[in-house]
């Protein structure tokens, strides 16, 4: 959805007591201040939009914002050399002479521009005249911001940063960031972006721009200001299911059989799986890349292995990329009506062999989504090839997307919404956007899923969950998968994965000589405490290069690392009713799967930046193990494009008997404000205090706050395989809480006509009462009649039969 805004309809001439004239307007005012055109506009009560421009009749259709302004309510006063704006949430003051505009919420200052901190220099875009545009800020000393997209460097607080946001590999660009004072700001503008903090300002500095164009937004807190994000740029839809079970894939599957077989192998074992990803070159030759179509001989029946996977109750996507080569169907079509860039991407040669052979260059070239015309044919021929042999979802590849060797003639690429340089950090919003866009026009019946690496803000609407690129694998790079996963989750985005244990593993197998990398001690605790982790991200998906990550290469049942991974894909689905929902939670109360403590505890300042925690969900409490404990830990660097730089410890552990059935211990920190159960012991500790928590290979210390309540659901091999009416309810007395549980058809958008359940479960702790409310809503398939059982931390537990009436149990 794409809307045009311009200068709103003037409705009122003003004349400020200093002499400036000013223009009241439907959204807000109209002014002239330091040589700039100024508008404030109020998209709502708590949302503003500031446009500063140098030109007259400013106006830019915005890829991100889908939101209309509404009428609001709103004052005009005047005062010395200040224009007010005041609405019922938010006040904006805008100085006549300097045009700095500063920002308050119930009388407390919230953010301003620096004086004399917007900036035009003038630029020549491919021919444009326009301008290099700057817009600088003034925050408190000691205020803490968060978001800018996903990033490497394990920081969480994004004071006293520098980054060059631009999409990568492993690096997100998202021109937002929000403050625990519970406001956020978003910069409108998708061409490469500098962020500075320092001492003396923040700022946003964007290479082409013909306005400063940011929205400001008060939420009160950090759900709130992602609910507003959310409002501003689109809501976030309902994934089914399965996509919350267990993933497995690699680089790569190199026939179906080997790939059917994998899906057999997991129900031999009887380990949960609900998908398996197809990687690339599926479609043959590098001449081919990404004809989305089975062209490889290795795969002569596909619709027999989409078959043969679904019969085994899982799932399959497949990997799309945003290029194409010169032998493929999008490709001609595509080139014969302008629709592809020249800059250098992947893969560059057409040769398979390692390293690329630039004497037969691929031919490999990027599309154009900017493209409305070019998006359609794009899902033409996946629809065609892939999606009507069954294919489940997409593993969006490279929608960043690749480009190597950047020179600024690049940048200079025209795209249909102007030079590449413009547009550039939008890429994956519309490419991601013209697949599911598409999908929703195909069918109703099938939820979108996407698997993708680059995100933009608003990417939230479009069904897609990202992961973190092409990390390597170190302890070093699982310790940042946590800030860099919440400060991608605070932009607005809920949707975060990594690749489990890393992408890049070959140092691991290269220094266990002759055995598989799977068996390297140093690789099985990393993965191990990795797998953990993502037990507790929106998708826990396995995957990574070098070394295999099925769950047999690790060893067998009865095995210490073996039966690690199996407890955490075991607790994954046993959590699927209450991650599930947790899921409605963030469609539709603008809710998050991963949660900075702050959210959650905004006045406990020990956890403003805190690294190695997270909530998942508003109940559980995750300190995952990122440190090694039992091996030599391995610092590895590594670069996308040329693969390995080893440093650090290099001891070979070829002959080292590891104990991984020894106990160690890991710090903990316990936020303030409540008391806190260990999930495993179910004692009750303080909050507000660090602790130190003993820890086996097989557990993570967990934590679930007073007052939770908890769904379990049954051991299952996949996660449809029972239905839910037995769910065990695990209750944690000490404060009233509540937790609605949420149940829908899981697969279709049936659930956006109204079509689904809740049930509310609620506690009171004066009376010692649980209370489950009457079901609310009902679907094709509901549950009429069940049973919960009830079960406390003293294990006391009772069973109740439900039957969608109103039932109370005192202990």
Known sequence: MKIIYSLCTVLLFCLHSNGQKF?????????MANGHNIEIQFYSPSIVRVIKSPVKNFSKESLSVVLKPSKTAFSVKTSGNSIFLKSDQLSVSVNTVSGDVAFAAFENELLKEKPQGTNFEPFDDTG???????????????????????HQRGDLNQRNQKYHLEQGNVDDAVTFFQSIKGYGLYWDNYSPTEFTDDSNQTSFKSIVGDAVDYYFMYGGN???????????????????????GFWQSKERYKSQNELVEVVKKYRELSVPLDGIIQDWQYWGNNYLWNAMEFLNPEYSDPKKMVDQVHDLNAHMIISIWSSFGPQTKPYKEMDQKGMLFNIKTWPESGSEIWPPNADYPSGVRVYDPYNPEARDIYWKYANKGLFSQGIDGWWMDSTEPDHFEAKPADYDTKTYLGSFRKVRNAYPLMTVGGVYENQRKTTSEKRVFILTRSAFAGQQRYGANTWSGDTGSSWETLRNQIPAGLNFTLTGIPHWNSDIGGFFAGAYKQEWKAKSGAQNPLYQELNVRWIQFGTFNSMMRSHGTDVPREIYNFGI?????????????????????????????????????????????????KGWDSKDEFMFGKSILVAPVVHAQY??????????????????????????????????????YLPAGTNWYDFWTNEKIKGGQQIERKTTIDMLPLYVREGSIIPLGPKVQFATQQKWDNLEIKVYPGKDGSFVLYEDEFDNYNYEKGLYCEIEFSWNEASKMLTISNRKGQYKGMLNSRKFTLVMPDGTTRIINYNGKKVQERF
């Not at 200001?225 to 976030?236: A, P, Y």
């Open 23 to 31: 223009q009241k307007t439907i959204q807000g005012i109209t002014t």
């Open 128 to 150: 444009v005249k326009t301008f290099t545009v700057t817009q600088s800020f003034i925050l408190d000393k000691e205020e803490p911001i968060y978001g800018l997209g996903q």
């Open 222 to 244: 950090a759900d709130g200001v992602i609910g507003k994000m959310r409002e501003l740029t689109g809501q976030v839809p309902m994934f089914p299911l399965w996509t919350y």
């Open 557 to 605: 049942k009865g095995e210490p690392i073996y039966d690690a991974i199996e407890k955490f894909i075991n607790l994954r689905y046993a959590l699927l009713p209450y991650i599930y929902s947790t899921s409605w939670e963030v469609t539709n109360k603008d809710s998050s799967f991963m949660r900075a403590l702050f959210m959650d505890f905004p006045t406990d300042k």
């Open 631 to 668: 091996t030599p830990e391995k610092i590895v660097k590594v670069n996308e494009s040329t693969g390995w730089e080893q440093q650090g410890d290099k001891k070979n552990t070829d002959k080292t008997t590891v104990d991984f059935r020894a106990e160690k211990s890991r710090n903990v």
